[in-house]
Every structure is written in C-alpha cells, then in structure tokens.
T-cell receptor
Framework: GESVGLHLPTLSVQEGDNSIINCAYS??????FIWYKQESGKGPQFIID?????DKRQGQRVTVLLNKTVKHLSLQIAATQPGDSAVYFC???????????FGKGTSLLVTP | KAGVTQTPRYLIKTRGQQVTLSCSPI?????VSWYQQTPGQGLQFLFE???????NKGNFPGRFSGRQFSNSRSEMNVSTLELGDSALYLC????????????FGQGTRLTVV
C-alpha cells in the first residue's frame, strides 16, 4: 500500500522568512497530492493540491512542488506569518480513489 | 454557506459501550469520508460514502461501521469500545468524491475510559 512520510516533525521559522515543508510518498502511481493545514482544535483545512502531470503549482503565498522521480512533495510558504503556525499534512489520493492517505504532519512554529 | 458539522464535539464513553457519531456535509456535497486521528498513528482513513453507498473502506476492524442517509448526512458507529479507540474522529465532505478539496469538520473527540 501507499506510505506517506514526513521529513521533519517540527519546523521553527522566524516571521517573514520562507518555510519549506517536505513529504515523501511511496506509490509512483499516485494521481493527486494535497496539502492541509490543521490548527489546534480544528479540522484539516485544504491549502493547495497538485496533479501528477504537473511539477509546480502556486497559490496565494504558497507553492507546491512535485518531484515524481524521487517521489517527493514540498510546500513552500512565502513570508511566513504567525497565523501560519499549525500542523501541515501532505495527503496522497489512493489509486482506488475516494480515500486520502495522510503523512504524519509537520508542526510549523512561527516566532516573532 | 455552512461548513461540515459534526456532533457531538466531545464524548466520554466506557470500555465495552458503543457510540454513534454524526456528520452533516456541506449542502450539495454527496461524498462523506471518515478519518481517525491519533497522536501515534496520525490521520487514518475509515470509510467513504457516496449516495448512500460505501465505496471504500480502510483497515479497521468490523467494530467500526457507518452509513449515509438520502440527505447525505452520515453516521459512524463504533461497538464494543476499547481504550485504543480514543481519538479525534473527523468527517470530510466533497462534491463528488475523489477526495479533492475535501472539507473537514472540527471533529468529535472521543475518550474511552
């Protein structure tokens, strides 16, 4: 089955710096990759997704990069703000569809 | 537009009891998925329903079951509760199912004592 791993359980950055959160996956046939943000006491919130036929996708202050050769996914947050402090999860859509396989998450702490 | 609503928010049950959790998806969404979140295992997929049919099921014992009603509302049931079932149970809804842009509720925090 698919396994989705994270590179760092915690990441501390200074306000204004750029943040990079990494994720690795095992199944090369995966089609969709999604990043979620989870704040304390809340459910995961959709940030951005990317399909396997793309290498890069940009949103507002966020960029997702997909490297299918090494099965690696990253989320870049520009000019990180205190409100970005949360746990970030990458998720991979399983081949059968209808189910997301989540990584363990990276806790991002933004310091002033 | 109202988001995904899960009830109750918090629940304390005793080992051996059963519990039913409820999820109301966003209006117009026909797919509802359930996930279990624990510190040790992270977010794990339980099952997904679309138009009252279970389309996919995760690797959980048969004590975990669910259903979906004609109005897309969903319930999940856990029977013969174990201490290890203590977790945050999250429901997500999407328009047509394939998980893309799934919107999550705030979850139900279940504690088994």
């Amino acid at each position: 089955g698919e396994s989705v791993g994270l590179h760092l359980p915690t990441l501390s950055v200074q306000e204004g710096d750029n943040s990079i959160i990494n994720c690795a996956y095992s199944n090369s046939a995966s089609d969709y990759f999604i990043w979620y943000k989870q704040e304390s006491g809340k459910g995961p919130q959709f940030i951005i997704d990317i399909r396997s036929n793309m290498d890069k996708r940009q949103g507002q202050r966020v960029t997702v990069l997909l490297n299918k050769t090494v099965k690696h996914l990253s989320l870049q947050i520009a000019a990180t703000q205190p409100g970005d402090s949360a746990v970030y999860f990458c998720a991979v859509l399983r081949n059968s569809g209808y189910a997301l396989n989540f990584g363990k998450g990276t806790s991002l702490l933004v310091t002033p | 537009k109202a988001g995904v609503t899960q009830t109750p928010r918090y629940l304390i049950k005793t080992r051996g009891q059963q519990v039913t959790l409820s999820c109301s998806p966003i209006s117009g969404h026909r797919s509802v998925s359930w996930y279990q979140q624990t510190p040790g295992q992270g977010l794990q997929f339980l099952f997904e329903y679309f138009s009252e049919t279970q389309r996919n099921k995760g690797n959980f014992p048969g004590r975990f079951s669910g259903r979906q009603f004609s109005n897309s509302r969903s319930e999940m049931n856990v029977s013969t509760l174990e201490l290890g079932d203590s977790a945050l149970y999250l429901c997500a809804s999407s328009l047509g199912g394939q998980g893309i842009e799934a919107f999550f509720g705030q979850g139900t925090r279940l504690t088994v004592v």
